[in-house]
C-alpha cells in the first residue's frame, strides 16, 4: 500500500464536527474518520493511521538499507576473518545510525492521533452513553495520549533494531556462502543487497496493521477507562464484535464485567515501564492450543516465561467450529494477570461499555 502524499489521514474525533491538523508531523489539514468507538469506525482508524505510519517509516527503513548495503560493498576476498566481522559490525552501526530519526518520526504522529482517539472517547460517552463527563481532558486522559504514543514507539524501536540484528547474522551468512560457493565482489554485493532489503524493509505486509491496531485498542481502551472512572462508574463491560472473524477468546470474554478500578491500577503500573518486553509480560496477549490428536483447544497466556491456562474446551461439535470454553481462573484473576482490557490480541476488535 502507498502512502497519499498530500492527504494522508489519521485517526480523527468522533462525528463529523471535528478534525485534527497533524502541522507538527506533516503540515496538512487531515480528514475526518469515523469515532474508533464503533467496530466500522475502528477498522476505517487502523487502516488510515497504518498508511500514516507506514509513510513515515519507509523512508528511513531505505535510508538504513543503502547505508548498510554501502558499507557492505567490499571485496570481501581480500578481507581476514576478523576484517569481515568488523565490515558487519560497522554495517550495523551505519544502518542504526541511519534509522535514529524513526522512533522521533513515529511518535509525532502517534502522538496526534492519540489526542483523536481520547477525544472521540470522550465525544461518544457524552452524548451516546450519557455519562456526565467533562468536556476537557482531565489528568488520566493527558497520561493516556502521552502513554500509547511512548509504549508503541517503543515497540518500533525495538522492532527496528532488532531488523538490524538480523540483517548482521544474515549478512555473514550470505558472505560465508559466497565466498564458498567462489563468487566474486559483485554477486555476493547483489546478494547482500538482496538481503538486507527483505531483513529492514521486508516484514509482514500487516505489520503496520498491527501496529496501529494495538495503538487504537489500547488507547480506546484507557480512554473509556478515564471516562468511566470519572463518571462515578465502577464496573465496565467486555463486548466483543462476534462474527465469523471472532477468536475464541474474545468469545470467552464477551459480556465479563470487570472493574474500573482495577484496570486502572493496571494502566499506572503500565504506565511506568519502558522496556517493550516488561510490557508485554503485564499485558500480555491470548493465545489458543489446538491438542491434534483430541481436538480439545486451551486458552492460555505467557506470564514471567510460564504458561498460564485461561480456559479449556473440548473438540468442537456445533457446524460452526465454535467452542465452548470452561474457565480455569476466576475474572478477578484475569484482572491480576492483566488480561481483562482488550485488545486481546493482533488486529483485536473488542471494545468496552459502561454497566
Request: proline share 4%; with cysteine; aromatic share 6%.
Amino acid at each position: 500500500m502507498c502512502a497519499p502524499s498530500a492527504d494522508l489521514e489519521l485517526v480523527t474525533s468522533a462525528f463529523d464536527t471535528a478534525d485534527i491538523i497533524l502541522s507538527r508531523a506533516f503540515g496538512v489539514r487531515l480528514e475526518k474518520a469515523a469515532a474508533p468507538t464503533t467496530p466500522r469506525g475502528f477498522e476505517r482508524a487502523v487502516a488510515r493511521l497504518a498508511v500514516v505510519l507506514r509513510g513515515r517509516a519507509a523512508p528511513v527503513e531505505r535510508s538504513a538499507t543503502r547505508a548498510m548495503s554501502d558499507a557492505l560493498a567490499v571485496d570481501w576476498r581480500e578481507l581476514a576473518p576478523r576484517a569481515r566481522e568488523r565490515a558487519v559490525v560497522r554495517a550495523a552501526d551505519l544502518a542504526r545510525e541511519a534509522g535514529r530519526d524513526l522512533p522521533s518520526r513515529i511518535r509525532a504522529a502517534l502522538e496526534n492521533a492519540a489526542v483523536g482517539v481520547v477525544e472521540s472517547v470522550r465525544r461518544e460517552s457524552r452524548l451516546r452513553q450519557g455519562l456526565a463527563i467533562g468536556t476537557d481532558f482531565n489528568a488520566v486522559d493527558r497520561r493516556v495520549i502521552d502513554h500509547v504514543a511512548r509504549s508503541e514507539t517503543n515497540f518500533v524501536r525495538d522492532t527496528f533494531g532488532r531488523r538490524v540484528e538480523d540483517a548482521s547474522v544474515r549478512a555473514r551468512a550470505v558472505v560465508a556462502s559466497g565466498l564458498e560457493r567462489g563468487l566474486g565482489t559483485e554477486e555476493i554485493g547483489r546478494e547482500l543487497g538482496a538481503a538486507m532489503r527483505t531483513s529492514i524493509e521486508g516484514r509482514s505486509p500487516f505489520y503496520w496493521e498491527v501496529v496501529a491496531s494495538s495503538f487504537v485498542g489500547n488507547g480506546r481502551t484507557y480512554a473509556q477507562m478515564s471516562a468511566f472512572a470519572e463518571a462515578g462508574l465502577e464496573t465496565y463491560r467486555w463486548l466483543s464484535v462476534m462474527d465469523q472473524h471472532t477468536t475464541p477468546y474474545c468469545r470467552f470474554m464477551n459480556g465479563r464485567v470487570f472493574s474500573v478500578g482495577s484496570a486502572l491500577e493496571q494502566f499506572d503500573a503500565l504506565d511506568r515501564l519502558e522496556d517493550p518486553q516488561e510490557v508485554k509480560n503485564a499485558r500480555p496477549w491470548a493465545r489458543e492450543a489446538v491438542n491434534g490428536e483430541t481436538g480439545a483447544s486451551t486458552l492460555y497466556v505467557m506470564k514471567g516465561g510460564s504458561r498460564i491456562v485461561l480456559a479449556e474446551g473440548a473438540a468442537p461439535e456445533r457446524p460452526d467450529g465454535v467452542v465452548s470454553y470452561r474457565a480455569r481462573v476466576s475474572d478477578r484473576e484475569l484482572e491480576t494477570l492483566g488480561v481483562s482490557l482488550p485488545p486481546a490480541h493482533a488486529l483485536c476488535r473488542s471494545t468496552c461499555v459502561s454497566t
